[in-house]
């Protein structure tokens, strides 16, 4: 193994989100960057994300929007019952709004903001082409610094002797071959684990791609977690989860069968029974938490030809750039149509309850039961059981009716390592590791134990305001 080459001031581990905005912020302040990408091109999770969280940024101000510092702060603290680490949360809201400013400033394009549920805060600042358009916005000003990027290169330790400093890492090329390179300091960034399969089953309980699904399979194993707690970091949020709702394994975001499977229509388990009010739908983290406690994790979703007819007529809940809110589903017929015909085993329509029950496998009793008892509450106007919300409390009595079989999904890992406000990764004495950082996906004390829809986008916020953050202490660190 080849060492002591490509010394730098800092090196940047994964380059997402996240270590995009660690490394040009850190060119910015002049420092010498290298930055590993074990993948092909740039941007990881973030290449596929809708917007970011920010609030009193330039955007809101400008349309009379009233979204505080504070409100950020108390809203992410409340909902995480105190669990969070204030100093961390507080850090990262308060550099939110400005970090859209910095965004813009690079010509990083946004839409009209938003909120990712009906009625919410309008504090989700969606991007115009996805988290790719910011990636490919700020990569040009990266290189134009001076930034040095390396694809296809895993960074597989760190270089840490005994409780000193870290000074480097060890990284290996597309071909197998190691080497070292030493820097000042690092920072990890690389998006947790969510495809890791030993990791999911070891911190959450659930057996990925059999109850629960990854919705962005992208060669995410936890390499970043890992090297940080041999070098004897501390863990916190490890198996925290950003759930969504029950939806059809494989199905990109944009199919109408996807958006029809996340409507608050009826909802059953394979036992054929009821079990929640659907409109937590609004909140992608409740549902996903209802469906955990469901055996198996599976859901079906019930609905007939009225329902159906209505989708396609007027569109469902349906927020972010995938597929914007009230979007006709008017492919939705044509899909059902053509997965039923390939055979699809989560696709299922029939022209009566006793035949669908048949075909998805439930008790026939106990799913008819649920619906007589669900379509009385339709019709006085009230749902007795769960209080469902009048305004979506629609029967399932006109052929045909349908049913798609759904099983809970997860966005990525919420936490990994500890870290303090300024990034810093703490050890398990709760000190600082001199010169080493963590952001984003890889690092705990943002969340309690479920991630806040509330502050729509949090995740890639805490992302790229950690990478700039981790950014500004890195450089004072290393006296620039």
């Not at 870290?166 to 947790?192: L, P």
């Not at 919705?215 to 759930?243: C, D, F, H, Q, R």
């Amino acid at each position: 193994m080849e060492t002591g080459i490509n010394v730098k001031d800092v090196i940047v581990v994964g380059f997402g989100g996240g270590g995009v905005a660690a490394a040009l912020a850190l060119a910015e302040g002049g420092a010498k960057v290298i930055a590993f990408e074990k993948m092909l091109v740039p941007g990881g999770l973030t290449n596929f994300i809708e917007g970011t969280y920010a609030v009193e940024s330039e955007i809101l101000l400008k349309r009379n929007i009233k979204a505080t510092r504070d409100e950020g702060f108390r809203e992410l603290m409340d909902y995480s019952h105190w669990r969070a680490n204030p100093n961390l949360v507080r850090a990262i809201v308060d550099k939110s709004g400005d970090t859209i400013s910095w965004l813009e400033t690079y010509g990083v394009p946004f839409e009209e903001p938003s909120a990712d549920f009906f009625g919410g805060p309008r504090v989700w600042h969606l991007f115009r082409g996805f988290g790719s358009a910011m990636i490919h916005a700020l990569l040009p000003h990266a290189l134009a610094k001076g930034v040095e990027i390396h694809y296809e290169t895993a960074v597989k330790k760190l270089l840490r002797k005994g409780d000193g400093p870290v000074t480097g890492v060890v990284v290996e090329d597309k071909e197998g071959k190691q080497r070292e390179v030493q820097a000042n300091a690092v920072i990890i960034a690389t998006g947790g684990y969510g495809n890791n399969k030993e990791w999911v089953k070891k911190y959450t309980g659930r057996n990925l791609d059999e109850d629960i699904v990854c919705a962005v399979p992208y060669n995410k194993i936890g390499e970043g977690i890992k090297m940080a707690w041999e070098a004897g970091a501390s863990e916190e949020g490890t198996g925290v989860l950003l759930l969504g709702p029950g939806t059809i394994p494989g199905l990109p975001p944009v199919s109408h069968l996807n958006a029809a499977s996340a409507q608050p229509t009826l909802w059953i388990n394979r036992n054929g029974v009821r079990f929640c009010d659907e409109t937590i739908i609004l909140n992608m983290i409740h549902a996903g938490n209802a469906l955990l406690r469901q055996p198996g994790g599976i859901v079906f979703t019930i609905f007939d030809g009225d329902m159906k007819r209505h989708w396609e007529e007027f569109g469902g809940l349906n927020f972010g750039n995938y597929l914007p809110a009230r979007t006709r589903l008017a492919k939705l017929d044509e899909e059902i149509t053509a997965s039923i015909q390939q055979g699809s085993p989560y696709v299922f329509a029939a022209d009566t309850l006793d035949e669908l029950a048949d075909k998805i496998g439930v008790d026939k009793a106990a799913f008819k039961k649920t619906v007589e008892e669900y379509n009385g509450f339709c019709a006085k106007g009230h749902d007795d059981r769960y209080d469902k919300d009048q305004m979506y409390l629609r029967p399932v009595r006109t052929p045909k009716f349908y049913a798609f079989k759904c099983m809970p999904q997860f966005l990525g890992t919420m936490g990994g390592i500890k870290i303090n406000e300024r990034t810093e990764v703490l050890d398990n004495s709760q000190k600082v590791i001199p010169g080493l950082y963590a952001v984003g996906n890889d690092a705990g004390g943002m969340y309690g134990d479920s991630y806040c829809v509330i502050t729509s986008g949090i995740a890639s916020a805490f992302a790229i305001n950690g990478g700039r953050i981790a950014a500004e202490n890195a450089l004072k660190y290393i006296g620039r």
